[in-house]
């Protein structure tokens, strides 16, 4: 697979380097490194080593946009770091193919200061079979959590973090015997899509009304749990900034291919 990168930089020289990469997370032992486990984040970095990209992650202030739940898969969550190696080597990275279930294809040089998870914006997607539910009433319900919400009895909120959030559209698609549910915001909290989910299918399951929901909205001191969604058929589908990323050629059909297997999984 070719590249289309123009930059004219090729030679060595430290800097740092932000790079997009998908990964099937059904396969992995969760997204951090973990001992004796065989984790995302292992084997991005094992990828990176063997090509001398990145030789220590601390030193080189190795970061990720976004630590994903186990059983979570992404088409764009980014890391950043920063390596001696020239663009050369890294866009030869990025062209190898690399593994099966972690593609790298996105590279910017970024400033130093660079920190990934300092995003525009977050973009996941969940599959959500369709089982006789009532898309109207998931769709209506899904209307409800549009906007700046409180979302403490939807989300594990850990202990000082800000249950406040605001979660800029839901979008709804039926798909081939699934809803395909989009889910825009900046940032998101632990299990918040997970959570938000759940709700909608007990909604289009008629087992939650539609004033209930309002109600854990309205009044997050009281503690409800409407339970959480399983992991394996949530996405993290992109990670925004204000700059754009050069990308491999046909990164396009191998996401799309990367996706397909992932949706294939879940039948």
Known sequence: MGTVFMDERLSGGSMRVAVKFAYDGSHFSGYARQPGQQTVEQTLLEI???????????????????????GVSALGNVCAFDTDAS????????????????????????????????????????YLKNEDLDVDKV????ALFAGEHNFQNFARVEPLKNPVRTLDNIIVVEQQGFLVLDFYAQTFLWNQIRRI??????????????????????????????????SDPLILK??????????????????????????????
């Open 238 to 267: 992109d990670v925004v900034y204000d700059f754009s990323f050069e990308y491999t050629k046909g990164y396009k059909t191998t996401l799309r291919v990367f996706e397909e297997k992932i949706v294939a999984s879940l039948s």
């Open 48 to 70: 990176l080593a063997e090509s001398n990209v990145v030789r220590d992650p601390r030193s080189s202030r190795f970061r990720t946009a976004s630590r994903t739940d186990r």
């Open 87 to 126: 663009q050369q080597n890294i866009f030869k990275v990025l062209a190898s193919g690399q593994s099966p279930d972690v593609v790298l294809y996105g590279f910017k040089e970024v400033e130093p200061e660079f920190y990934p998870r300092h995003a525009n914006g977050r973009e996941y997607r969940y």
């Open 139 to 142: 769709l209506s319900a899904a």
């Open 197 to 230: 989910v759940s709700a909608l299918k007990k909604a289009g399951e008629e087992t939650l009304t539609h004033q209930a929901i309002k109600q854990a909205l309205l009044h997050p001191e009281k503690r409800v749990d409407f339970q959480l969604a399983p």
